[in-house]
């Protein structure tokens, strides 16, 4: 039988090595869904596939083994799931009996945020699910990743964008006791932002990377909470050309100026990818732009708050598999 690949990667089916059999891609903005979607789920993979289902490493399900002659029955089968998307996240999509209308931009993953953890220091299922809105539908390839924290669970050093949760922390010296736990755990396990000078702590605002582990560590509570904020690091990735880890790219960053950069990525893959191929990574498409000419375009019509700070340089860096990286054998 002939199949329009291209038609069928859109509508989130895998080419597979068995020219016959594909395999569904289920998006789960956030990494979080309701169970009653289970059910369907695993009726899916038993009815149509080979009874199986695989987690993704974004946080989606891909259910294996189904024939190319059955995406019509499936794509009507996943219909309350992507009912779900526009009635739960307000994701647009024109007609949900066909299926996913894109594939492009992968699923919005994020670690389990403060719903769950005491270290995240935002709901990254609430804001995974705001920028889903936003983005999907859409066939450019890029991949976004949430994580609470700087621990970066998620991993979104390894992700074109990277947003990682920053907390303001406020110092109370009254309720201070002098015990310098915060000091010693920043010292040792964070940036060494935090030292104790004439009967009080100081925090170095450059060292400082919002993590909230001060907070967590008095006693006394004398570190609060203040204003919620972002650190966005770009352009991670893995991959056989050039793996590389995310770069710092804003810092203290407010949610709107999050949302809306991610947004306007499109635009700038819109005008700047390279149409020849028959797709390109973002990444790639900055290397041969340039940062400086990535950044104007991605900041254009955002309203920074005052306390964001932006990178004025990056060198990506990484390792291409051809240079640089001599081999020998053993024993030559």
């Known amino acids: ?101 894109a594939a492009g931009t992968r699923n919005v993953s994020a670690c389990i945020g403060n719903r ?67 000091v010693n755990n920043c010292n040792q396990r964070v940036t060494g932002a935090l030292s104790y000078q004439q009967e009080r702590v100081k925090r170095d605002e450059d060292r400082c990377i919002g993590c909230g582990e001060c907070i967590l560590q008095c006693p006394t509570n004398a570190w609060e909470r203040g204003n919620k904020y972002y650190k966005v690091v770009i352009m991670g990735r893995t991959g056989k050309k050039n793996p590389r880890l995310a770069k710092p790219f804003l810092k203290w960053a407010t949610e709107e100026v999050v949302v809306q950069i991610v947004t306007n990525v499109y635009d700038y893959i819109e005008k700047y990818i390279d149409d020849s191929l028959a797709k390109e990574h973002v990444g790639y498409i900055v290397d041969r732009t340039g940062y400086p000419m990535f950044k104007e375009k991605i900041l254009t019509g955002v309203e920074l708050n005052s306390e964001c700070q932006v990178a004025k340089h990056i060198q990506f860096g990484g390792y291409q598999n051809d240079k640089n990286i001599s081999f020998v054998k053993i024993g030559e």
């Open 116 to 182: 769950v953890c005491r270290c995240a220091n935002y709901d990254t299922t609430r804001l995974a699910q705001k920028i889903e809105k936003n983005i999907f539908p859409n066939d450019y390839h890029v991949k976004i990743a949430l994580s609470g924290c700087p621990n970066d669970c998620i991993k979104g050093h390894l992700q074109d964008f990277g947003i990682l949760g920053m907390v303001e922390p406020i110092y109370q010296q009254k309720r201070c006791i002098g015990c310098q736990a915060c």
């Open 1 to 101: 039988m002939s199949f329009d690949t291209k038609k069928i990667t859109k509508n989130a089916y895998r080419i597979t090595k068995d020219r016959e059999i594909t395999a569904l891609r289920i998006r789960v903005p956030g990494g979080h869904i309701k169970t009653e979607y289970f059910e369907l789920i695993k009726e899916i993979a038993d009815e149509y596939g080979n009874g199986t289902v695989h987690l993704t490493t974004r946080q989606g399900f891909e259910v294996p083994g189904i024939p190319f002659e059955k995406i019509d029955e499936v794509n009507r089968k996943i219909e309350p799931i992507l009912e779900g998307m526009e009635k739960n996240i307000g994701v647009e999509i024109e007609d949900s009996k066909e299926g996913y209308p």
